[in-house]
């Protein structure tokens, strides 16, 4: 439950509350069941697995862009986190701080910071990511294996007719 009420109180609320109106329920219902799931799976990993190594949501989100990049330039992380570059910077200090990660001038262009991540950093995401991966398996169960893929197919349909497109 993220707040006060369950999914399905607010569902009949709602309904209630927009009764007689020209909506599309089931547009409604699919875009804001993806934003409650969203939000509850980012709170159960948070607390089931990333406090355990004191990391936030957007850190451990920054370590793993990172990790698959590997020397990326600060507005390529902030572009595939969803960060602005205030909380990208602060997300970096901190990473710095615990060692996991390092920034530096590019040799190309000096106005751009490239960051890279270290032994540590790549350490802690090699133990992290299967920890990680098993709660996600915990949050896929609630899927059967056929439609996993149904759904992720769904997702990334929704990401791509939404997401700024880089060929603009």
């Known amino acids: 439950m993220a707040g006060a009420h369950t999914l399905r109180e607010t569902e009949r609320h709602v309904d209630e509350r927009l009764a007689g109106m020209d909506i ?9 069941n993806l934003f409650r799931a969203a939000s509850a799976v980012r709170n159960h990993l948070e607390r089931s697995v990333l406090a355990a190594h004191d990391l936030s949501w957007s850190a451990f989100v920054v370590l793993w862009v990172v990790w698959i990049w590997e020397n990326i330039e600060t507005r390529e992380i902030a572009t595939e986190a969803g960060f602005s570059k205030a909380t990208l910077t602060g997300v970096l200090n901190t990473l710095e701080k615990r060692g996991y990660s390092t920034r530096k001038r590019s040799k190309d262009d000096g106005r751009l910071v490239i960051v890279s991540m270290t032994a540590k950093g790549r350490k802690l995401m090699e ?10 398996q915990f949050v896929a169960s609630a899927l059967n294996a056929k439609t996993q ?4 197919d769904g997702l990334r349909k929704i990401t791509e007719l939404t997401e700024p497109s880089l060929e603009n």
């Open 127 to 136: 133990q992290l990511f299967p920890l990680f991966n098993q709660q996600e």
């Open 149 to 152: 893929p149904i759904v992720a």
């Open 24 to 32: 599309d329920f089931q547009a409604m219902a699919v875009t804001s």
